[in-house]
């Protein structure tokens, strides 16, 4: 079946970095821009950043730009995010998610598949 | 960067009630909004894409209306399973995307 799931979260001091990786399953991952989205304890959603299909065109959250980089590996099924300088305010679950695709004429990046998510603490 | 706002922030409704939630954004974003639900421990779920179009294996209590800057996520008649809370996400204009702040379904 259609599947997500993420690995690599952890405990982290402050300015220590992490990569989390996100396995792909049951679609055409290679023909999929993919998102990552986090959420804090206890809070709402955020977008973090998203990937282009062939990984040509990346975009960040003002929050991040800078200190993390998504990649991917069309070859291996497989999304990463590495995190560095991280901060307290980067504590979260992390989220993989798959946009829903062509819908009326535009790619529709409403998240229809997500993975499980993986807890990130950043903490002394 | 468009900002989501939904209201209320905790709705008490009694089971097998109907249940309003709204959400309205800084700017239009035409009919590129999508509603999800999420439940302690679980990872959210989409319920509507397009502001009315159910995703597969949506109950059809669920509806979406609203177009521009005002939405509305609808239950017909509230399930045990339902109580939950409930986001929206406009997909229109960006980076970045964008999220309500959530509304709190809860048993009254």
């Known amino acids: 079946q259609v599947q997500l799931v993420e690995s690599g979260g952890g405990v982290v001091q402050p300015g220590g970095s992490l990569r989390l990786s996100c396995a792909a399953s049951g679609f055409s991952f290679s023909s999929y821009g993919m998102h990552w989205v986090r959420q804090a304890p206890g809070k709402g959603l955020e977008w973090v950043t998203f990937?282009?299909?062939?990984?040509?065109?990346?975009y960040y959250a003002d929050s991040v730009k800078g200190r993390f980089t998504i990649s991917r590996d069309n070859s291996k099924n497989t999304l990463f995010l590495q995190m560095n300088s991280l901060r307290a305010e980067d504590t979260a679950v992390y989220y993989c998610?798959?946009?829903?695709?062509?819908?009326?004429?535009?790619?529709?990046?409403?998240?229809?598949?997500w993975g499980q998510g993986t807890m990130v603490t950043v903490s002394s | 960067e468009i900002v989501m706002t939904q209201s209320p922030a905790t709705l008490s409704v009694s089971p097998g009630e109907r249940a309003t939630l709204s959400c309205r954004a800084s700017?239009?974003?035409?009919?590129?909004l999508a509603w999800y639900q999420q439940k302690p421990g679980q990872a959210p779920r989409l319920l509507i894409y397009g502001a009315s179009t159910r995703a597969t294996g949506i109950a059809a209590r669920f509806s979406g209306s609203g177009s521009g800057t005002e939405f509305t996520l609808t239950i017909s008649s509230l399930q045990s399973e339902d109580f939950a809370v409930y986001y929206c996400?406009?997909?229109?204009?960006?980076?970045?995307?964008?999220f309500g702040g959530g509304t709190k379904v809860e048993i009254k």
């Open positions: 996400q406009q997909y229109d204009s960006w980076p970045p995307l964008t």
């Open positions: 700017q239009s974003v035409s009919s590129n």
């Open positions: 990937i282009r299909y062939e990984g040509s065109n990346k």
């Open positions: 998610a798959k946009p829903y695709g062509f819908f009326l004429g535009i790619v529709a990046n409403a998240f229809d598949i």
